[in-house]
């Protein structure tokens, strides 16, 4: 595998022509997915994918906690899981700073464990979970405490769960992948309309490929008693469409560069990037609803930042619970480029001009990372990244993508 990021590490990258191929990266959300239905089987699944990153690790970790053996391969995930997921796991587990992870762990780990403490790193203990803790608790499990670290105790008794659909769709996510473990017809109900629906979506594609179908009935969701996780054998992961839109991006912005393995018809959301780079291009005035799609909010950020005329995005409420608070490093990134940004309760005000270039600190998130070094090809001069490490979350040979692709980088401590 390619080398990551470096730790605790700057970059400055010069303004200049991006050109050539790069080899993109698996989808970390469709990972997440296939692992966790993996480690419920009966049988070995075999993964193909194309790259890893730090929080597919974590999910790694979650999985073994619970009994499954994997085998990490450069191009293969070979997951064997156990007899018989465990019903006491005695060392906390780490969910680092994968909110996937966490949120597709508890459920799981609820309906199988008697005993589990779980714990994170970086913002994850802040990000919100109590209302998927809520309806843990109200079906019988005990939790004492709705912040990280917390230890669950106790059975599933109930067969009806809610969750908001609001606050995060992986709360969803995950009671969906919880639903085949515990043998009974499973009810999930959103109580409030749905956002990031094409995760859910994608979630209920995934377990479809493991055998387990899922009834969809306006806001309700049912999973029968007799559904059980089946391993396809071997499964391969589509190409990310989310990091690739920071290309998609660049592209936009005069850059040439080829992305291999994106799929038009893909389950995934993000492929709606290229509606709206389009959208951004062709009008002076747009308007940008992040409700089903906030993961791109920043690299439209930058497409916004340097194309003529006035970006308004909205409804990105969320955006201020991820890694960092999106809203505010977005609106950041901009400024340090010498951009003009203005941050809205839910969303940002962008008016298009030139990028000057200039010191962008991370805020230890991934995404603000690429979306700096993408922004680098159109400045006019060098583009310092204050934290670059960031990016291993879900890309970590990011950067070597972009020197292979003409990137002039230096590296500092």
């Not at 959300?29 to 994918?49: D, E, N, P």
């Not at 966490?102 to 913002?123: D, E, H, N, S, Y």
């Not at 936009?252 to 780079?277: F, H, K, M, T, W």
């Amino acid at each position: 595998m390619m080398e990551r990021c470096g730790i605790c590490m700057n970059v400055t990258i010069n303004p200049g022509k991006f050109e050539g191929t790069i080899r993109g990266i698996a989808s970390k959300s469709m990972l997440h997915r296939m692992l966790f239905c993996a480690a419920c089987c009966s049988g070995q699944t075999v993964i193909q994918y194309e790259g890893l990153c730090d929080d597919v690790f974590a999910t790694v970790g979650a999985i073994e906690a619970l009994g499954a053996r994997v085998m990490v391969g450069e191009h293969v995930l070979e997951v064997k899981p156990p007899k018989q997921l465990k019903t006491i796991i005695r060392r906390p587990v780490d969910c680092k700073e994968s909110g996937s992870t966490l949120r597709f762990f508890l459920p799981i780990a609820a309906a199988k464990t008697r005993r589990v403490t779980i714990t994170g790193q970086g913002r994850l203990p802040e990000r919100p979970m109590d209302d998927l803790l809520k309806s843990l608790i109200v079906n019988g499990k005990q939790i004492k405490t709705t912040r990280l670290p917390i230890t669950m105790t106790g059975e599933i008794s109930g067969r009806e769960f809610v969750v908001p659909g609001n606050v995060s769709s992986q709360y969803l996510s995950g009671l969906l992948m919880m639903a085949p473990l515990l043998n009974d017809d499973i009810i999930i109900k959103c109580d409030t309309k749905l956002e990031s629906e094409p995760y859910v979506e994608m979630t209920m594609h995934v377990m479809e490929q493991f055998g387990v179908c899922v009834e969809k009935e306006g806001q309700q969701y049912r999973v029968a008693k007799e559904s059980g996780y089946r391993s396809p054998g071997e499964i391969q992961v589509e190409n990310d469409w989310s990091n690739a839109a920071f290309f998609l991006v660049a592209n936009a912005l005069g850059q040439s560069i080829e992305i291999p393995y994106l799929y038009e018809n893909s389950v995934q959301g993000d492929r709606q990037i290229l509606d709206l780079i389009a959208q951004i291009q062709e009008n002076r005035s747009r308007i940008i609803d992040l409700s089903q799609v906030p993961d791109l909010a920043v690299p439209l950020a930058v497409l916004a930042a340097a194309t003529p005329g006035l970006t308004e995005m909205v409804h990105g409420e969320r955006l201020r619970l991820k890694e960092s608070d999106r809203i505010h490093t977005i609106a950041q990134l901009i400024l340090s480029l010498g951009g003009k940004a203005k941050e809205t309760e839910d969303g940002l005000l962008i008016e298009g001009t030139q990028l000057r270039g200039g010191a962008v600190y991370s805020y230890n998130d991934h995404r603000i990372v690429m979306a700096a070094g993408i922004a680098a090809g159109v400045c006019k001069k060098p583009v310092a990244i204050i934290g670059a490490e960031a990016v291993n979350k879900s890309y970590p040979y990011f950067f070597e993508e972009l020197k292979s692709i003409g990137g002039i980088l230096t590296w500092e401590n």
